[in-house]
T-cell receptor, first 114, second 111 residues
C-alpha cells in the first residue's frame, strides 16, 4: 500500500489569490494524479504528474491555472491560481499501488474561495 | 477516452435490504475498480475486476464484470448502517492508465 500525506486539509481563500497543495508519498512512484471533486460530484482528473517532465493536463484544465511541480518521486504540488468561487472544491492527489492496480488517495484539500 | 456512466445516483435503503449499483462504459475496459467514499472522507479501494465475466465477493458485497468488459455491478445484501457512503466505479480503458470515474451512487440507510 501507499500512504499519502496531503496538506492543507482545508482552507478558505480570497478570490484572486493562489493556494498550493502538497502531497508526500511514503514510497517512490512514477505517476501522481491530481483530481478535483466538486461538492456532491464525482472525481475529475486534472492532470498526471511525472517526475522530470511536464505534467499532462486533461481537457478543460490548463497549466496557467493549475501549475504542478514534481521535483522527485515522492512529492508533488498543485497550485490553484487566481482563484474564483468556482474553484471551491475538494482537491485530491492519488498514486497507483505496486503493480499499477488500485489507486491510493490523499485525505483531500477542501478549498473554499470567498 | 471512455465515459463511465453509473446509476442510480442515490439509493435510499431500509436496513437489511439489498441493492445494486450499475456501471456502463462507452468503450471496452481493461479493468474496472470500485471505491467507497464515506462522508467527509476520501475514496478507498474496494476491488478490481479484470477478466470478462468475473465475479468477486467480499462478505456481503458482490462485484461483477460483464462479458463484454463494458459494464459492471456492485450488489450489497442485507444493508447495514456501515454501508453508508458513495460507491464509485472507475474504469481503465485498453492501452490506458487513467481512471475514469462514474458519477457515484450515494447510499443512505434507514434503520
Amino acid at each position: 500500500s501507499a500512504v499519502i500525506s496531503q496538506k492543507p486539509s482545508r482552507d478558505i481563500c480570497q478570490r484572486g489569490t493562489s493556494l498550493t497543495i502538497q502531497c508526500q508519498v511514503d514510497s517512490q512512484v512514477t505517476m501522481m494524479f491530481w483530481y478535483r471533486q466538486q461538492p456532491g460530484q464525482s472525481l475529475t482528473l486534472i492532470a498526471t504528474a511525472n517526475q522530470g517532465s511536464e505534467a499532462t493536463y486533461e481537457s478543460g484544465f490548463v497549466i496557467d491555472k493549475f501549475p504542478i511541480s514534481r521535483p522527485n518521486l515522492t512529492f508533488s504540488t498543485l497550485t490553484v491560481s487566481n482563484m474564483s468561487p468556482e474553484d471551491s472544491s475538494i482537491y485530491l492527489c492519488s498514486v497507483e499501488g505496486p503493480g499499477g492496480t488500485e489507486a491510493f488517495f490523499g485525505q483531500g484539500t477542501r478549498l473554499t474561495v470567498v | 477516452g471512455q465515459q463511465v456512466m453509473q446509476i442510480p445516483q442515490y439509493q435510499h435503503v431500509q436496513e437489511g435490504e439489498d441493492f445494486t449499483t450499475y456501471c456502463n462504459s462507452s468503450t471496452t475496459l481493461s479493468n474496472i475498480q470500485w471505491y467507497k467514499q464515506r462522508p467527509g472522507g476520501h475514496p478507498v479501494f474496494l476491488i478490481q475486476l479484470v477478466k470478462s465475466g468475473e465475479v468477486k465477493k467480499q462478505k456481503r458485497l458482490t462485484f461483477q464484470f460483464g462479458e463484454a468488459k463494458k459494464n459492471s455491478s456492485l450488489h450489497i445484501t442485507a444493508t447495514q448502517t456501515t454501508d453508508v457512503g458513495t460507491y464509485f466505479c472507475a474504469g481503465v480503458g485498453d492501452n490506458d492508465y487513467k481512471l475514469s470515474f462514474g458519477a457515484g451512487t450515494t447510499v443512505t440507510v434507514r434503520a
